[in-house]
């Protein structure tokens, strides 16, 4: 059915917008939520939307991807982005501690190699980072096959993730410096 791919990186998304409207109604940027459509077949929906919106592309401060399945996150990935590590670290001390406590973070990383919908704005310039979620065989047991259902979900990860992810777009848009798009492969 596709509940963890990518069924919860929508219901995340769509719970962080539900929050930040509820708590931070007048952000310093304009936060927005994506989902796109055709990743399995091409990045085609992200690719589309780069390709058409490239005023949105460069104003971009961060983008933040989840597109693992189920699971709490675990792993910041910065793409190769050189100066990512400041700003995120800003951000993440101002998040609460028991949603960042067991988080990995890759600085500056390596520059993303474009196998999910962040692949296109890279590519582009923006400044995007790789949220990875728990490895509990979700890709040899259930990605991409009919074991891909609502009840192998879990809603306690996927709670702690609305609240990371939450507090690392508002705090994104209200950082008064755009990060710098400086990365390892430029």
């Given at each position: 059915?596709?509940?963890?791919?990518?069924?919860?990186?929508?219901?995340?998304?769509?719970?962080?917008m539900?929050?930040?409207?509820e708590?931070?109604?007048?952000?310093?940027?304009?936060?927005?939520?994506?989902?796109?459509?055709?990743?399995?077949?091409?990045?085609?929906?992200s690719?589309?939307?780069v390709?058409?919106?490239?005023?949105i592309?460069?104003?971009t401060?961060?983008?933040?991807?989840?597109?693992?399945?189920?699971?709490?996150i675990?792993?910041?990935?910065?793409?190769?982005?050189?100066?990512?590590?400041?700003?995120?670290?800003?951000?993440?001390s101002?998040?609460?501690?028991?949603?960042?406590?067991d988080l990995?973070?890759?600085?500056?990383g390596?520059?993303?190699?474009?196998g999910?919908?962040?692949?296109?704005?890279?590519?582009?310039?923006a400044?995007g980072?790789?949220?990875?979620?728990t490895n509990?065989s979700?890709?040899?047991?259930m990605?991409?096959?009919?074991?891909?259902?609502?009840d192998k979900?879990v809603?306690?990860?996927l709670k702690?993730?609305?609240?990371?992810?939450?507090?690392?777009?508002?705090?994104?848009?209200?950082?008064?410096?755009?990060?710098?798009?400086?990365s390892?492969?430029?």
């Amino acid at each position: 059915s596709g509940a963890m791919d990518n069924g919860t990186g929508t219901i995340l998304m769509m719970e962080v917008m539900r929050i930040l409207r509820e708590v931070c109604p007048d952000p310093q940027r304009t936060i927005l939520a994506a989902h796109w459509a055709s990743e399995e077949q091409g990045l085609n929906g992200s690719r589309a939307f780069v390709k058409d919106h490239p005023d949105i592309v460069e104003r971009t401060q961060a983008l933040f991807n989840q597109d693992n399945g189920t699971g709490r996150i675990q792993y910041i990935g910065c793409a190769g982005l050189l100066n990512a590590g400041k700003h995120l670290a800003g951000w993440l001390s101002r998040t609460p501690s028991e949603v960042t406590r067991d988080l990995r973070i890759s600085l500056p990383g390596m520059p993303s190699g474009g196998g999910t919908d962040n692949g296109p704005f890279i590519a582009a310039g923006a400044t995007g980072f790789g949220l990875g979620a728990t490895n509990w065989s979700y890709g040899a047991y259930m990605w991409h096959t009919n074991r891909d259902t609502y009840d192998k979900i879990v809603f306690d990860d996927l709670k702690r993730n609305v609240v990371l992810v939450a507090c690392l777009a508002y705090l994104a848009s209200e950082d008064p410096e755009f990060i710098s798009r400086e990365s390892e492969g430029s």
